[in-house]
């Protein structure tokens, strides 16, 4: 019940997806101003749950890139604290790995 309304704080910055007490904010980034609006979404999640009295554990949140010629140089933070890019992660059971091919992750 407490999130439900976290998607309106950031629908006009990037994409939100809850699940339980679960959020990801995922935004398409094509160049620079895309990387400070991503930034953005994440100052707007920090404002709604400080508003809200829910503590955010900034060291369980990740970033993660996928595609081309990606520029993995951008630094994005939540409670003045820099979040660690990794480049798998584990959602709802499913691993999203670039290095592996469907058929790895089916064995």
């Known amino acids: 019940m ?4 976290l998607s309106d704080v950031c629908k006009h910055i ?3 997806y809850l699940f ?3 959020a990801k904010l995922y935004k398409r980034v094509l160049c620079d101003d895309d990387h400070k609006s991503l ?3 994440l100052n707007a999640l920090q404002e709604w749950s400080d508003k809200w009295l829910l503590k955010l554990n900034a060291s369980k949140c990740k970033t993660v890139f996928y595609g081309r010629n990606i520029d ?3 630094i994005y933070s939540l409670h ?3 979040l660690e890019n990794t480049s798998t992660i584990k959602d709802l059971g499913v691993i999203f790995d670039p290095e592996l091919s469907f058929s790895q992750h089916c064995k």
């Open 14 to 16: 990037a994409i939100v």
């Open 80 to 82: 003045s604290t820099n």
């Open 72 to 74: 993995h140089g951008y």
């Open 20 to 22: 339980a007490d679960d």
């Open 39 to 41: 930034q953005c979404g």
């Open 2 to 5: 407490y999130i439900n309304d």
